[in-house]
């Protein structure tokens, strides 16, 4: 089985000062974890997914994400937050086959206040 | 890149009518395809996977009669939300799956709202 924990559904932050959002992950196997980013009632974009190479690794639009095994999390940040950041970000595991389906967190809102 | 394409991205239709909606790979072959609700504020929920050919494997919970899926050819499968009621009003997302190193790609959404 697996499963991904989101520890923050609400993250707010300032324009230009850094993101974190914070995912721990459960899984039987070797996980290819993700995240994705959605827009109010548009559908999802990938912004990184990690499939056992580089443990740092890097997205589109600035962020980047470390898997780390020993603490099984995967941490999406960025060092820069900006405005149209402001979404619902979600941390995603599949499992090594890479066929079945993916299992979402809850999602975390981040707003960015200017 | 890889794209899919899902139709339609909103409809509204009256209670006890039936929905369909569409997803399509349009540069790839999808041999595996998700479909996904999301109640508002919350996160997706897979409710069935289907197979090119074969019969479509449900979540528990889902009611297969209800929502019937159907993945006739390798860039097309359909959910058809059948009997609707309100409360099936949602947000429905599909993915694919490619053999060809794409990975999952998401269509961009149905929000069905049911009156």
């Known amino acids: 089985a697996q499963s991904v924990t989101q520890l923050d559904s609400h993250v707010s932050v300032s324009e230009g000062t850094p993101v974190l959002l914070r995912c721990n992950y459960s899984?039987?196997?070797?996980?290819?974890l993700f995240w994705y980013v959605q827009h109010p009632n548009k559908g999802l974009q990938l912004l990184l997914k990690y499939t056992s190479a580089a443990t740092l690794v890097k997205g589109i639009n600035g962020f980047e994400a470390e898997f780390k095994k020993s603490e099984t999390s995967f941490h999406l940040t960025k060092p820069s937050a900006h405005m149209s950041d402001a979404a619902e970000y979600f941390c995603?595991?599949?499992?090594?086959?890479?066929?079945?389906?993916?299992?979402f967190g809850s999602g975390t809102r981040l707003q960015v206040q200017p | 890149g890889a794209v899919v394409s899902q139709h339609p991205s909103w409809v509204i239709c009256k209670s006890g009518t039936s929905v369909k909606i569409e997803c399509r790979s349009l540069?790839?072959?999808?041999?595996?395809m998700f479909w996904y609700r999301q109640f508002p504020k919350q996160s997706l929920m897979l409710m069935a996977t289907s197979n090119e050919g074969s019969k479509a494997t449900y979540e528990q919970g889902v009611e297969k009669d209800k929502f019937l899926i159907n993945h006739a050819s390798l860039t097309l499968s359909t959910l058809t939300v059948t009997s609707a009621h309100p409360e099936d009003s949602s947000f429905y997302i599909c993915?694919?799956?490619?053999?060809?190193?794409?990975?999952?790609?998401f269509g961009s959404g149905t929000r069905l709202t049911v009156v």
């Open positions: 899984s039987s196997y070797s996980p290819s």
């Open positions: 540069d790839f072959q999808a041999t595996t």
């Open positions: 995603v595991v599949s499992d090594y086959t890479g066929r079945r389906a993916l299992t």
């Open positions: 993915s694919a799956v490619d053999g060809q190193g794409y990975g999952y790609t």
